[in-house]
């Protein structure tokens, strides 16, 4: 039972490139926040997870205010799961050029490639994201720093995924129906990978979700909640689908999770509510059901409690703004 795997089809991914880039040292460019480019995708709705892939030469990436710089070599790949504004580069310090008019041109006239720079040093880059539902997609992306930097040429999955999107990349504008669908699936798989890679690496002691599923008990109860949420679960049936006690399950669970298995339930409960009632016209009384509340009331209290509205204000307020409150807020944004 793969719980990431369970979470990542819920939380919908699509991926896509939006350009592939060819910039000579010196060189700076500026990537809008998650917000943003959500505007530019019309995707407000949506969280957008921005990623590069260095194909060749070497670069810097760094958080918009920050001063630390991340050093990239060809092979790395370097993910903004938080959608923050940053900047990559090479060479000495030069004015950014914003990539939001690239963006623009590149969904207006599909043209894919990019040039600029000093006329120095050549580095190439693919630059892409990833959209996914804005709720329950918090439920991994909490785990993750503002930047995951990981090689992917040290192995030959890696290495066929680089050699796929490049090729893809490559072909797009001349490939006619469907290359951009396969663009889309490869940054997908590039993105599931990575995260994939990042969990292997994690220090034995580390906690949170992304700890969790490795570890096999926790991840086995995390897969069981996940496949069936709507299911009366209790503490004793969770404990005898993982083989532990439930006293020792409920441990794993707070050192890895800070919650006891029901409280998380509860909450990855009322996230899918928040999505079934941004993405369809389901009664409260149908969405109180399929996330696993038998009363009605009830579930209207602990929606309100986790969002600060009552479900059919929640409802009209996202659907008004394309923006909805997370789980445990007071207010929605």
Not at 143 to 152: A, C, N, R, W, Y
Not at 242 to 248: E, F, N, Q, T, Y
Request: with cysteine.
């Amino acid at each position: 039972m793969d719980v990431l795997s369970e979470v990542l089809q819920a939380v919908k991914l699509d991926g896509a490139v939006f350009f592939h880039g060819e910039f000579s040292a010196p060189w700076c460019m500026r990537e809008p926040d998650a917000d943003t480019m959500a505007s530019y995708l019309s995707a407000d709705s949506k969280h957008v997870i921005i990623f590069h892939l260095l194909t060749e030469g070497r670069g810097h990436a760094r958080l918009e205010g920050e001063t630390r710089l991340l050093s990239l070599v060809a092979g790395d790949l370097v993910i903004f799961p938080h959608g923050e504004a940053h900047l990559m580069g090479n060479g000495p310090p030069v004015p950014p050029v914003d990539s939001a008019a690239q963006l623009q041109q590149v969904l207006a006239e599909g043209h894919m490639l990019t040039r600029y720079g000093g006329g120095g040093e050549m580095t190439k880059l693919i630059c892409g994201y990833l959209t996914c539902e804005r709720h329950l997609s918090q439920v991994f992306l909490a785990g993750l720093p503002p930047i995951v930097k990981l090689h992917i040429r040290d192995e030959p999955s890696g290495r066929w995924l680089e050699d796929s999107l490049r090729y893809s990349v490559g072909q797009a504008e001349a490939a006619g129906p469907g290359g951009k669908a396969v663009i889309a699936k490869l940054s997908e798989v590039l993105f599931v990978e990575a995260l994939r890679r990042y969990v292997s690496q994690l220090p034995p002691a580390q906690s949170g979700w992304l700890a969790g599923v490795r570890d096999p008990e926790v991840g086995k109860a995390l897969a069981c909640l996940h496949r069936d949420p709507a299911r009366p679960w209790t503490i004793a049936m969770l404990a005898d689908e993982v083989g532990l006690s439930r006293s020792v399950l409920a441990e794993r669970f707070r050192h890895y999770l800070s919650d006891t298995p029901i409280g998380y339930l509860t909450r990855w409960r009322l996230q899918l509510a928040a999505q079934l009632f941004a993405s369809t016209s389901k009664s409260v009384a149908e969405v109180a059901g399929e996330v696993g509340y038998e009363s009605e009331p009830s579930f209207n209290r602990a929606f309100k409690r986790a969002f600060g509205l009552p479900p059919a204000r929640f409802r009209s307020h996202s659907r008004g703004t394309g923006k909805t409150a997370v789980c445990g807020g007071k207010k929605a944004t």
